[in-house]
């Protein structure tokens, strides 16, 4: 299984980007996927899940501001990201979940892609 993350940049805060992951090596409408970011001596946080259905989960801090989606025939999983702020800089990750469902856990994901930076200057 491979996830290629892409789409990550430099944005001024307010400003938008859309993080694609596409997937190949597994059945990929059978998963639930999960973006996942690591900031700079923090720990990797959950900003969102989604399961194979459609269900979503969302970390508080960006409820309202990112939406998660998939689509099954592309085999990839986007993140649009909106109203960013300097406290969203981070390495972002995508990653294949074990089962179908939502999960926030980081040991129900089972690949990892490689990570997009998004920098957001304030």
């Known amino acids: 299984v491979q996830l290629q993350a892409s789409g990550g940049g430099l944005v001024q805060a307010g400003g938008s980007l859309r993080l694609s992951c596409a997937a190949s090596?597994?059945?990929?409408?059978?998963?639930?996927m999960g973006w996942y970011r690591q900031a700079p001596g923090k720990q990797r946080e959950s900003v969102a899940v989604?399961?194979?259905?459609?269900?979503?989960n969302y970390a508080d801090s960006v409820k309202g501001r990112f939406t998660i989606s998939r689509d099954n025939a592309k085999n990839t999983v986007y993140l649009q990201m909106n109203s960013l702020n300097p406290e969203d800089t981070a390495l972002y990750y995508c990653?294949?979940?074990?089962?179908?469902?939502?999960?926030?856990?980081?040991?129900?994901?089972?690949?990892w892609g490689q990570g997009t930076q998004v920098t957001v200057s304030s």
């Open positions: 090596g597994s059945i990929f409408r059978i998963n639930g």
């Open positions: 989604i399961s194979s259905g459609g269900s979503t």
């Open positions: 990653a294949k979940g074990r089962g179908s469902k939502v999960s926030t856990q980081p040991e129900d994901y089972d690949h």
